[in-house]
């Protein structure tokens, strides 16, 4: 007998707005939107985002996740990418990377208050 097949994982992030949403992983992190989906015009929006090899779902549905929460994710490159964000001048965001026992980390809030700790492993 034989187990599962198992695949990355796909975190669901709880968003409460579109338009900031948009604002701060497309225009300022640099995801794509791969497709969205809305039951009927005006009503709550589900994406699926890609950034890499990193997907993301966000979720303007109540009950579909809790805000608040935190994703850790696998970078190369990360000093050079840090320097790429603080020049888009985000307004709500200048991150900055620490040195880790673990590696080199930059943690972002997105506007929703979920945390995306983005962590070059090995590299202090």
């Known amino acids: 007998m034989t187990g599962p097949t198992v695949s990355a994982a796909i975190p669901i992030l709880r968003i409460f707005s579109e338009e900031h949403a948009r604002a701060f992983y497309i225009d300022f992190l640099g995801f794509t939107v791969d ?9 709550p929006v589900y994406l699926q985002i890609r950034l890499g090899s990193l997907m993301l779902h966000l979720s303007e549905h109540h ?4 805000p608040g929460s935190t994703v850790f994710v696998p970078v190369t490159g990360i000093r050079d990418w840090q320097v790429q964000l603080l020049a888009k001048s985000y307004k709500y965001a200048r991150p900055g990377v620490e040195d880790m026992p673990w590696g080199a980390q930059m943690q972002i809030a ?3 208050g979920n945390r995306l700790r983005f962590c070059e492993l090995g590299q202090e």
């Open 110 to 112: 997105d506007p929703f």
């Open 35 to 43: 497709w969205e989906h809305r039951f009927e015009p005006d009503t």
């Open 63 to 66: 009950g579909d996740a809790t």
